[in-house]
């Protein structure tokens, strides 16, 4: 598969995958009315459980062209939540018993994250 292909087909897989949050997101404000932080959490977890069972499965069928699996999980689940690919990658970390890197992963995103987050708002505050 070419390269512009394969960028093709994940740009349509993602456009794909982030019209499935944001209906999905609908589906769930309307359903439950809970609001935010509840329907990202619930969207994070089935994109994590949806990301795992196609990343085994895809594993466990090696004659299936490994473009297929970037296309579906940098594609599709890359667009539906990160957080799918954040949970897939210390996932592999965690399988490979690097346990440091795991953890150095998962507090690095969450507290840089975070930090970025407030600086950013705090920027915005500053200059609008």
Known sequence: ????????????AGGLG???RYGLTLLLQRLLGLGLPTETLLVNVLG?????LVWAALEQLEALNSDLRVVILVGFFGAFTTFSTYALENFILLREQQW???MVNLLMHNLLGLFALVLGV?????VV
Do not use: D, E, H, Q
């Open 1 to 12: 598969m070419s390269i512009w292909y394969k960028v093709l087909l994940i740009g349509m």
């Open 18 to 20: 982030a019209l499935s």
């Open 48 to 52: 994590c459980f949806g990301a795992g």
């Open 100 to 102: 440091m890197s795991a």
């Open 122 to 126: 705090m920027l915005a505050k500053a």
